[in-house]
């Protein structure tokens, strides 16, 4: 970031992002909004007939729903990891894309949160999972991982758009301030009066730091119950003690990167690279071949406990992720996950756009093939050979899934439109204050 | 939004060491009723300012037990109701239980310190402080002195001795 510019340049620079849209921004949102349609509409199908229409089958359950809930659950953590964790340890160039970060966090369980509803089939009896009184005689099982679940992906949802809105105040004060008209009475509702006083700075620093400090756990926490979901089975390819950490790893990759791409086009948009410059880009990329790393030493100790263990289960599936009728996926995965972002190590990729945006969007595919492959390579092939089988995906959740991305990237456009998605209370603290001095 | 009418004074300042300089006069001078605006928390403006830490940890603090207990009450309290042996697990089993309370008690800690800073930064607020000068949220700083409409001269001309760059009386 340019460390020159004053408050002002700040706050005018940053509005930049809310002025009247072009003509390409409502052709991509309403093309967005058709992907989107066409996602429920599908749903909608799905519900009128029945579940057979989504190519799951026995012994495959669980298909693209879950693998997408769990790459949406993943493409969150980035949001929690840049936003709290680099907040508490004081990370200076997290100011400037901490905001859009966390937009993808709160959409990404948004979007992630669709899953479980949609792969439930009967989705009218959604509630029977939440804890309340009621007359039917149920209560949930708070020892089934699903349960824990529901609660930690609502927790997470919670805390991550209360840190999300809180964080937002000051700047919606900044606009109320400038804006005129209608805009004035709708930022002036959302800035629900702060004024930037000395108490409600003392107050408001001290809760920003307890969210904070209360997200930081649920970074760790939220991927391992949702890897918990597999791993508390004995299905052979789950039932590991590394998938919590390696579930971890994997989310965060997978939302470095998701964040970087859309970076890019956002400050190229809306001429604001003096403060997503490339050096946060390539601060990003080097976090990316950190967890890369991780993630590719997580897929090794996979096989190697498969093989030292002498465990045939293990052995078996595993020879099947790399040899059977998955393969491909496999291969594809290990390329993109680990191969591809390891060309961050050379400066010339790492600080180039086009390298970026390439490497970060194969990350994305590699980290969905890498929860398909877990998820339906150790269903289709598990103890028994006369109850193995094959999942092929169908026109009907194809579309569910295309139509979820368009959904995340429909929400994040509109974000981008009417709320800052740079922080500039957060950006001009990092600046100097307005000039020394002023009349005795 | 309105502004009230309560009888203040209403300094602008386009530095930072001005409106300290204006923090450290006020308080020479015995004034307690005053408060002071920017567009960033600034350590210098909270330390020339004094004062207690801000209470929300407490609300934190209570809020995360008070998770906690919620946790623990909801897995083991409808045992006697919902007896149902499942995958092999006793029925008071402590490790699941503990993932519950875990999340519950980070779930009402975060409730709780919105609850708490809701509370102490009195938000929301229908009208802004009398005299609120719109250049405060951006790039300027402000103070705004309570003061009966007799003694708002002699604080005009506090303020403007400190380097306020513009000072107005409101609420009059």
Known sequence: MDYKLSYTDADIDLMQTMRPAKRGYWFLL????????????????????????????????????????????????????????????????????????????????????????????????????????????????????????????????????????????????????????????????????????????????????????????????????????????????????????????????????????????????????????????????????????????????????????????????????????????????????????MLFWFKRIRTSIPWLVVICICVEIGMWLERFVIIVTSLAHDFLPSAWGLYKPTPIDTMIVIGSFAWFFFLFMIFVKVLPAVSMWEVKEQLPPPGRGGAR | MKQPAVPCVFAVYAHLDAVVRGIHALREAGEKEFQVFSPVPHHDILHAIGGKPSPVRVYTLAGGLLGLAIGWGITIGPLGNFGLHVGGKPLLSIPPFGVVAYITTILFGALATLLGMIINTRLPQVNLSAGYDERVSSDHFGIQVRCAPVRMEAMVRLLKRTGAVDVRRAGV
Do not use: C
Not at chain 1, 96 to 101: D, E, I, Q, T
Not at chain 1, 109 to 132: E, N, S
Not at chain 1, 279 to 287: I, V
Not at chain 1, 322 to 332: N, R
């Open chain 1, 30 to 341: 309403g093309f967005l909004f058709l992907l989107v349609l066409m996602g429920a509409g599908a749903w909608w199908a799905q519900i009128q007939t029945g579940m057979g229409l989504a190519g799951k089958n026995s012994p495959v359950g669980w298909a693209m729903y879950i693998t997408t809930f769990v790459f949406w659950v993943g493409i969150a953590h980035s949001g929690t990891l840049i936003s709290a964790i680099l907040f508490l340890v004081r990370v200076r160039w997290r100011a400037a894309v901490y905001r859009s970060a966390e937009a993808v966090t709160v959409f990404g369980l948004m979007t992630a949160g669709l899953f479980p509803f949609i792969h439930l089939g009967r989705v009218w009896v959604a509630h029977w999972i939440l804890p309340f009184p009621n007359f039917g005689g149920l209560w949930p099982n708070f020892r089934s991982p699903l349960a824990w679940d529901v609660l930690a992906i609502t927790t997470y949802l919670t805390v991550s758009s209360t840190f999300f809105i809180v964080g937002m105040l000051p700047d919606l004060a900044v606009i109320r301030d400038r804006v005129k008209g209608w805009r004035k009475k709708v930022y002036g509702f959302l800035s629900q009066g702060w004024q930037g006083t000395d108490m409600q700075w003392k107050h408001y620093t001290a809760a920003y730091v307890f969210l904070a400090a209360l997200a930081t756990p649920l970074v760790i926490s939220v991927h391992s119950i949702v890897s918990w979901d597999f791993a508390m089975s004995i299905v052979p390819g789950w039932h590991s003690t590394i998938f919590a950490p390696y579930f971890v790893a994997g989310a965060i990759h997978s939302g470095l990167a998701m964040v970087v791409l859309l970076l890019i086009p956002m400050r190229k948009a809306f001429r604001i690279e003096r403060y997503i410059t490339m050096h946060h880009l390539e601060s990003l990329a080097r976090f990316i071949i950190f967890t890369a790393l991780v993630v590719g030493f997580a897929y090794a100790v996979e096989f190697f406990i498969a093989w030292y263990s002498g465990a045939r289960f293990e052995k078996a599936i595993f020879l099947y992720r790399m040899m059977g009728d998955y393969a491909w996926a496999f291969w594809l995965l290990i390329t993109t996950n680990v191969a591809a972002p």
